[in-house]
């Protein structure tokens, strides 16, 4: 399986200022169509997961433009620009280019 | 409106079955690839099974490879997870997923699991 590690994994964030997380696979994710599937996920508390960024940087609709993907290989982030108080939950990384899919351990934020 | 709908989550003693649904509205399901994805009580997300639009190809992961059987009914929109010989570890919250490509765009609300004597 395709392992995928996530960091830091507690994130303590001021508003307004910007975050960084970082996530790493153990392989490459080139899937056969060419494309790799490295997506990100928010889960507020108490909340399903909801989808921010699909193949590295692809922004889902309605998601804020202050979250941004970037990373090739097998090193990814998810950057907010600036963060604001409902951003605050569990993010994860996740792989769908090889089955098993897999995700992260997760990335709690939460404000300083 | 689009949605997934799970059920049939309960309390269930080791080595017992149970059986989920996941009841999707608002969309063409029989056009969709589906999933299981599960999270352990304060823990993170795992895929679980997955399942091709027809129904005619089928995955799961290693932890449930032979206990577990994802099947669907296209003509009710409605996802299943049969679980078997079920373990204490198999307590958790199991969503239903829709697949869009090597990701999920679409999750249900959840429905609860828990494995105990």
């Known amino acids: 399986d395709v392992v995928m590690t996530q960091s830091p994994l507690f994130l303590p964030v001021t508003l307004g200022q910007p975050a960084s997380i970082s996530c790493r696979s153990s392989q490459g994710l080139v899937f056969s169509d060419g494309n790799i599937y490295l997506n990100w996920f928010q889960q507020r508390p108490g909340q399903s997961p909801r989808r921010l960024i699909y193949k590295i940087s692809e922004r889902d609709s309605g998601v804020p433009d202050r979250f941004s993907g970037s990373g090739s290989g097998t090193d990814f982030t998810l950057k907010i620009s600036r963060v604001e108080a409902e951003d605050v939950g569990t993010y994860y990384c996740?792989?769908?280019?090889?089955?098993?899919?897999?995700f992260g351990q997760g990335t709690k934020v939460q404000i300083k | 409106e689009v949605q997934l709908v799970e059920s049939g989550g309960d309390l269930v003693q080791p080595g017992g079955s149970l059986r989920l649904s996941c009841a999707a509205s608002?969309?063409?399901?029989?056009?969709?690839?589906m999933h299981w994805v599960r999270q352990a009580p304060g823990k993170g997300l795992e895929s679980v099974s997955a399942i091709s639009s027809s129904g005619g190809n089928t995955w799961y992961s290693n932890s449930v490879k032979g206990r577990f059987t994802i099947s669907r009914d296209n003509s009710k929109n409605t996802l299943y997870l049969q679980m078997g010989s079920v373990r204490v570890e198999d307590t958790a919250l199991y969503y239903c997923?829709?697949?869009?490509?090597?990701?999920?765009?679409?999750w249900g609300q959840g429905t609860l699991v828990t494995v105990s004597s």
């Open positions: 997923a829709r697949e869009i490509k090597g990701d999920y765009d679409l």
């Open positions: 996740m792989q769908g280019s090889q089955w098993p899919w897999t």
């Open positions: 608002g969309f063409t399901f029989g056009n969709s690839h």
